[in-house]
């Protein structure tokens, strides 16, 4: 860990911030920093590695933006009085949604090439770059002296009007020097240091205790046009109270930004949607292609899930009957699998390559266009025509999506029309409205969205080069953050009390701070960083997972090795393929996505009933494809070994009000 600084620092704070995670550049949601190109940290194939790498709080030199910052304000705002003070005060955080990235080029010996850095000393350029501005990635600080008019206009501009600002990305012109509103400073008495409203929770002591004071309040009197110096000096007032004059208005307030709103989950329409929004009811949805585990062959196969159930007796026992998909030429007996550790994602793993050499050496080849009855007379090689089937399939079916449960239809005066659904079959898998999927936007990669609509839009002059029709994902946008937690049996709340987080999500997050918190001293939760957001559906990577299910032992050896508690371990619809984001190919029901790689009359049996007549362990002879991975995983952690949640019931999104703090 990054070694504390030994001095004792005034902190500052931000009272207002403009930074935003996702930005929309035109008519497109992008993530508002390194691209996830530029997140990609393996080397080319040269062995060198040129990435951004987030710089945490604690980083040294995330500690020297925010002491250069806080220098700059305090002698801007408090003047000389507080002179002592300009070299001892510091930046508690960085304003909300902006976030540090360090720019990292290495050698192929791995060690890092000479760039212009110059973060331990005075200078102002280093390769570190701050990204959150509200006009997209390009627009990024590159030092805090750059930052800081910027930083400045927030703090004094009480109407947050940008023509006042003065930095380079507010007034390109950059030669054009502007007046700034005056400020008036009102003197303080050091206090205990008490951060409310934060989005970091409770303030951790950045020196042991050694925090001295607070930073002083500013206050902004009427803005008046000045052509004189851009700057000027600010009026300092002395501590004794100052009589209120009646001929002037009383100076107003800088006002925090307002509060963010979730936006009600879905009520589930169908027993099936309520048991999908649930914690550890299946793993695997009806419609959804798997990898499953062949006990005669000893092998993992693919296949789709045409029937799940669960016995009353033993609900934990999960049934699924899977259809395995192969060529044209081949129909084989469905298979049931008894048990959720047989049963896999097809985003949990990556696809293999093809058995046949001609399959391997023309990779234009799809499960449409291949000739199988070549391959299965030899013609391509060795190989087993019904293993590359099911991955050809299987990648096809991934470029596909299909709109399930229309709810309702309208349409605007322009003739637009408008579909709502409850849920879509997108690339492998099946998403319903109220549960969180994962985005390929913003800063981190992990950010989650709770879908709240699932939106048809049909044009009725779709301008050129456009999808007709699109569909549109709304709902909340969430991002993973933490808190300091220095005593595990009083761990914080989150700053956020928020009763629209899916109850799967909360579940979840208990699990992780039971590991987390004892081992870590902090605590992780859910924040809310966008409501009500729109976005493309080859914006979603896919379902979300939760961690404490199919992802304990990677957690918990992040855990262990300080690497914090929420890895991408998943892969994202389009990597299999290579063509990355889209929306795909619309099919107009499910069966027909998977078309000839299941015999013809497979249907899809929706419900939670196990069949009406028992039904055996069909299986045929079939050349499996071995995967060298661990299929096992313990035991499901059960949630009420930890803590009451019974109130929690078999329905999502109800609020949380458990007694540990550290929910979400």
Not at 235 to 241: E, N
Not at 450 to 463: F, G, K, M
Not at 542 to 564: C, D, H, M
């Amino acid at each position: 860990m990054a070694q504390q600084p030994m001095t004792s620092f005034w902190p500052i704070f931000a009272s207002k911030s403009d930074g935003q995670h996702v930005v929309n550049i035109k008519g497109r949601p992008i993530r508002n920093g390194p691209t996830e190109e530029q997140l990609n940290m393996s080397p080319n194939d040269q062995g060198q590695r040129d990435f951004y790498r987030l710089i945490e709080k604690d980083d040294p030199k995330h500690q020297d933006w925010r002491k250069k910052l806080g220098g700059m304000l305090l002698r801007e705002i408090g003047g000389k009085q507080y002179e002592d003070k300009w070299q001892q005060c510091i930046l508690w955080e960085l304003p909300d949604n902006y976030v540090l990235y360090e720019h990292i080029k290495t050698k192929a010996d791995g060690q890092v090439k000479t760039v212009k850095n110059h973060s331990g000393g005075g200078h102002d350029r280093q390769d570190a770059y701050l990204y959150g501005y509200p006009k997209g990635p390009k627009k990024r600080f590159r030092s805090p002296v750059e930052f800081f008019p910027h930083l400045l206009w927030l703090c004094t501009d009480e109407n947050s009007d940008m023509t006042n600002c003065t930095c380079k990305m507010c007034s390109p012109a950059g030669d054009v020097e502007k007046p700034q509103p005056k400020v008036e400073v009102k003197q303080e008495q050091p206090v205990p240091l008490k951060r409310e409203n934060s989005s970091g929770g409770t303030a951790p002591n950045i020196n042991n205790g050694n925090v001295v004071g607070r930073n002083p309040v500013v206050q902004i009197p009427v803005h008046r046009t000045s052509m004189t110096a851009p700057i000027p000096s600010p009026i300092i007032k002395p501590a004794t109270p100052v009589p209120v004059q009646t001929s002037t208005p009383s100076a107003p307030q800088i006002r925090a930004p307002p509060t963010l709103q979730s936006t009600p989950l879905p009520q589930p329409r169908s027993l099936e949607q309520q048991a999908d929004l649930t914690y550890n009811k299946f793993l695997c949805r009806t419609g959804e292609v798997v990898w499953f585990f062949r006990p005669k062959t000893s092998a993992w196969g693919l296949g789709l899930v045409v029937q799940r159930w669960a016995l009353a007796e033993n609900p934990m026992n999960r049934s699924y009957l899977v259809q395995p998909l192969s060529h044209p030429f081949e129909s084989l007996p469905q298979e049931i699998i008894h048990t959720d550790e047989h049963i896999k994602p097809w985003l949990a793993w990556s696809a293999p390559s093809c058995t046949f050499p001609f399959l391997q050496q023309n990779p234009q080849f799809e499960y449409g266009n291949t000739d199988w009855r070549a391959l299965i007379n030899g013609q391509g090689g060795e190989g087993i025509a019904s293993v590359d089937a099911s991955i050809l399939a299987a990648k096809a079916i991934d470029t596909t999506y299909t709109l399930f449960e229309r709810l309702k239809t309208s349409k605007d005066d322009k003739g637009n029309e408008f579909r709502q659904y409850n849920g879509i079959f997108l690339g492998a898998e099946k998403i319903w409205r109220g549960e969180p999927v994962r985005l390929r936007i913003g800063a981190t990669g992990s950010d989650l969205m709770v879908i709240t609509d699932i939106i048809e839009q049909v044009l009725a002059n779709p301008p050129p080069n456009q999808p007709n029709p699109k569909v549109i994902a709304v709902g909340d946008v969430y991002s993973y953050a933490t808190l300091d937690a220095p005593d595990p049996n009083l761990p914080p709340k989150p700053p956020q009390q928020n009763p629209n987080i899916p109850s799967r999500m909360i579940h979840d997050m208990v699990w992780r701070n039971r590991l987390l918190v004892p081992a870590t001293r902090t605590a992780a939760w859910w924040k809310l960083i966008q409501p009500s957001y729109k976005l493309d559906i080859d914006d979603i990577k896919g379902r979300w997972y939760e961690t404490s299910l199919i992802f304990q032992e990677p957690f918990t050896k992040a855990v262990k090795n300080g690497e914090g508690g929420n890895g991408i371990w998943m892969n994202a619809r389009g990597d299999a393929t290579g063509k990355g984001k889209g929306s795909g190919i619309p099919q107009p029901d499910r069966i027909g996505a998977f078309g000839a790689s299941v015999p013809k009359g497979t249907r899809i049996i929706e419900g939670l009933e196990p069949p009406s007549q028992p039904m055996g362990q069909a299986q045929q002879s079939h050349d499996g494809m071995e995967i060298t991975m661990n299929a096992g995983m313990p035991d499901p952690f059960s949630i009420d070994e930890f803590m009451h949640v019974d109130h929690l019931g078999d329905e999502a999104g109800m609020e949380y009000g458990g007694n540990n703090n550290y929910t979400y």
